[in-house]
């Protein structure tokens, strides 16, 4: 039982690449999300979805996009990389939309030069 | 909206010792769920304690415990008999988990908690 799985855990990229965070669980949680963490402001939820083909947005969506095609997985994608996206970004999931207790992957931390 | 407030940036405390770290926060909302949530430097997000608005009696896991003042809008956080591995940042944080897709975390900007040998 691996939990919720994050990767990569590191990343470089220039402005203006794009590229995608995975995030994966294997608990057959309902609910998942995608919270980044900058200094100074705690953590903001970007992207949630309460199942497979179901996503909306959070506090700061702008800038990335986000598909769930199985409950398992729930990528987020960066597709134009600007340097106010480097951050740390979180995958949360719950077993179920409601429930109050998240489980956390390990993190992502991303700069983009 | 929810707000989340410590405004203690940094602490630190002598192994053994007791600290109390401080929350408030600002709902209209009469049921909803507090956290504490532990970040070592690993990263990893740790659930420490949760509280339910409803119940009065405040919430105890092991060394941690709650001051949880509904009126006051005040969630604090002791930990007893600090231990080394108790170093990290701890955030508060609130959810209203009563709306479809309302379940997000309003998370505090954390204090940075130091235990010294």
């Known amino acids: 039982n691996a939990g919720v799985t994050q990767t990569p855990k590191f990343q470089v990229l220039k402005t203006g690449q794009s590229m995608t965070l995975q995030c994966a669980q294997d608990?057959?949680?309902?609910?998942m999300s995608w919270y980044r963490q900058d200094p100074g402001m705690g953590l903001r939820l970007i992207h949630y979805?309460?199942?497979?083909?179901?996503?909306d947005q959070g506090e700061v969506p702008n800038g990335y996009n986000v598909s769930r095609s199985t409950t398992e997985d729930f990528p987020l994608r960066l597709l134009s990389a600007a340097p106010s996206q480097t951050s740390v970004y979180f995958c949360?999931?719950?077993?179920?939309?409601?429930?109050?207790?998240?489980?956390f992957g390990a993190g992502s931390r991303l700069t983009v030069l | 909206a929810q707000t989340v407030t410590q405004s203690q940036p940094e602490m630190s405390v002598q192994e053994a010792e007791t600290v109390t770290l401080s929350c408030t926060y600002d709902?209209?909302?009469?049921?909803?769920?507090l956290f504490w949530y532990k970040q070592p430097p690993s990263r990893q997000m740790i659930l420490v304690i949760r509280?339910?608005?409803?119940k009065q009696q405040n919430a105890t896991e092991n060394r941690f415990s709650v001051n949880f003042q509904k009126a006051a809008k005040s969630f604090s956080l002791k930990i007893s008999d600090s231990q080394l591995g108790d170093t990290a940042m701890y955030f508060c944080?609130?959810?209203?988990?009563w709306g479809f897709g309302n379940e997000k975390l309003t998370f505090g900007t954390g204090t940075r908690l130091t235990i010294i040998p």
């Open positions: 949360a999931s719950s077993y179920r939309a409601g429930a109050n207790v998240l489980t």
């Open positions: 608990m057959n949680h309902e609910y």
């Open positions: 979805s309460v199942g497979a083909g179901i996503t």
């Open positions: 709902t209209s909302e009469n049921n909803y769920y």
């Open positions: 509280q339910e608005a409803y």
């Open positions: 944080a609130f959810m209203n988990p």
